[in-house]
C-alpha cells in the first residue's frame, strides 16, 4: 500500500488544509509513513509570511533531494504560500519537485497523485482520528492591502464557502467526534459578503451553533477594521461561542499604522477592544505585534508598549519585520537594524510574560472548564473556553470531554490543575 508523508509550517489556515490532505489522501488509500524519507506521496505545505518561515521551507525541500535522487518514483508536492503565479521558475529552481500546488488547494494535490498513478487502492484501513478541537475553513483570501504582507498575493481576493458546505463540513467532524470548531479565514469578519445572498460572521455563527453535538466554536483571525458589533453580540449571545477574540493590531502608534495600511488608528482599536469587554465581560484577546518596521522610531514603538501594558492581552504574538518579496513595504527603506528589531521583540516579550502571568494567577483555586484534547507526556491537556492551556493528571480517559479542573499552579503559557470533585 502507498504511503505519504504531510510536513506543515505555518498558520492554522495551513494546519487545516494539511488535515484536508491528510484525510483526501487517505481517502485514496494511502497509509501514513512512519518518516518523510519513506514516503511514496511526500508533501510540504508551506509557509512564506516571514523570511524565518521561507528559510526553513527551503531547507526543508533542499534536504528531500537526495531522497528523490534515490527514490525517483517517490511523489514530492510543494504546496501552499511559497507557490506564487510563477510556478514555471519555482520548477527551474527545483526540478526534482513534481508538482507545485498552490494554497488550499488539496483537490489539486489529490488529481496530481491520481496522474501519478499512486492512488486507487482500497482505503486504509486506520484513519486518522478525528481531533476534539476541528478548524473549518469559512472564506479563503483577503481584501485588505497591509503593505507588509504577503498572504493576499499567494491566497488571492475574498471567496467565501457556501453556507451549507461549511454545514456540511461541520456536522461531518462533530459525526467523527470533534466537539470544537475553529472558523477560520485571513480576515474572517468578511466572511459572507461576496455571497449571492450575502450573509456575515453572526449568520455563520448562528447556523454552526444549532449543531447539536458542537460543544464550542471559536474563530479567528479578526481584522479590527471589520469586527462588527453584529458578531460581539453574537458571542455574548450564544453559548457556544467562546470569550475569546484573536485580535491583530499590528502596532500601537497611528503613524506605523498608516505605513502598514492597516485602515484604523490606535485610538480606534481601543475603543472596540472596550466594546468588546463591555459587550462580552471576562473576553480574553489575543493579538498580533510586528516590531522594526520601515520608519518605526523608538518612539513610536514605546507607544505600541504604551499600548500593549494598557490592554493587557491575554497573548501577544510578536514578530520582527521581515521584508517579503512583491509587496509595498519592499520598496520601503528596512531601517531598523536586526539588532535593534530582536531587542525590541525581547521587550515585547518580557512585558507580555509579566502581564499573562498576571492576568492567570488571578484564576489560582478557580474551577474552570476545560475541553480535553489529548494525553501528553502523562498529563491530559485541554483548553479553557478563553483558550488557556491547562495540563492536569487523572487515569480516568477524558478524551473528548470536559473537564472541571481546579487551578493548582498559573504560569505564563499554561495552567496546572486537579479534576475538581463532583
Not at 516579550?349 to 494525553?375: A, F
Amino acid at each position: 500500500m502507498p504511503s505519504y508523508y504531510v510536513w506543515n509550517i505555518g498558520c492554522q489556515m495551513n494546519a487545516a488544509d494539511a488535515r484536508r490532505a491528510t484525510e483526501g489522501l487517505e481517502a485514496l488509500g494511502l497509509e501514513a509513513a512512519p518518516d518523510i524519507e519513506q514516503a511514496d506521496v511526500i508533501v510540504l505545505n508551506t509557509c512564506v509570511v516571514r523570511q524565518s518561515a521561507e528559510t526553513r521551507v527551503w531547507g526543508r525541500l533542499s534536504s528531500l533531494k537526495p531522497v528523490k535522487r534515490h527514490r525517483p518514483g517517490a511523489f514530492l508536492a510543494l504546496m501552499g504560500c511559497a507557490v506564487g503565479d510563477d510556478t514555471d521558475a519555482l520548477a527551474a529552481r527545483f526540478p526534482f519537485v513534481d508538482a507545485f500546488i498552490r494554497p488550499s488547494d488539496v483537490n489539486g494535490l489529490l488529481d496530481a497523485i491520481r496522474r501519478h498513478g499512486l492512488a486507487g487502492g482500497m482505503a486504509a484501513g486506520a484513519a486518522t482520528p478525528a481531533p476534539v478541537s476541528r478548524s473549518v475553513t469559512a472564506i479563503h483570501g483577503c481584501d485588505h492591502h497591509c503593505t507588509y504582507c504577503i498572504v493576499r498575493l499567494r491566497r488571492g481576493a475574498q471567496v467565501s464557502r457556501p453556507l451549507y458546505e461549511i454545514l456540511a463540513e461541520v456536522r461531518g467532524a462533530a459525526a467523527q467526534g470533534s466537539r470544537e470548531i475553529v472558523l477560520l479565514g485571513q480576515n474572517v469578519d468578511a466572511y459572507g459578503r461576496d455571497l449571492p445572498e450575502p450573509l456575515d460572521l453572526a449568520d455563520l455563527l448562528r447556523t454552526v451553533h444549532g449543531v447539536e453535538d458542537v460543544w464550542r466554536i471559536r474563530f479567528l483571525t479578526s481584522h479590527p477594521a471589520d469586527l462588527s458589533p453584529r458578531v460581539i453580540e453574537a458571542a455574548r449571545d450564544l453559548p457556544k461561542v467562546c470569550e475569546h477574540f484573536e485580535l491583530p493590531v499590528q502596532a500601537g502608534d497611528d503613524a506605523v499604522l498608516k505605513w502598514m495600511g492597516r485602515n484604523y488608528t490606535a485610538g480606534q482599536y481601543r475603543t472596540l477592544v472596550q466594546r468588546i469587554r463591555e459587550t462580552v465581560p471576562g473576553a480574553a484577546i489575543a493579538t498580533d505585534v510586528i516590531v522594526g518596521f520601515p520608519g518605526e522610531t523608538e518612539e513610536a514603538f514605546a507607544n505600541t508598549l504604551r499600548l500593549l501594558e494598557e490592554i493587557r492581552f491575554d497573548a501577544v504574538h510578536v514578530a520582527a519585520y521581515s521584508i517579503r518579496p512583491g509587496t509595498p513595504a519592499e520598496r520601503l527603506a528596512d531601517d531598523v537594524p536586526a539588532p535593534e528589531k530582536e531587542r525590541r521583540r525581547r521587550a515585547v516579550d518580557e512585558l507580555q510574560q509579566r502581564i499573562v502571568g498576571e492576568i492567570n494567577r488571578q484564576l489560582l483555586g478557580h474551577t474552570v472548564e476545560v475541553l480535553v484534547e489529548e494525553r501528553q507526556r502523562g498529563r491530559w491537556r485541554g483548553r479553557t473556553r478563553t483558550n488557556k492551556l491547562v495540563f492536569f493528571e487523572s487515569v480516568e480517559d477524558w478524551t473528548g470531554r470536559l473537564a472541571q479542573v481546579r487551578v493548582t499552579w498559573a504560569g505564563p503559557w499554561s495552567l496546572l490543575g486537579e479534576v475538581a470533585s463532583l
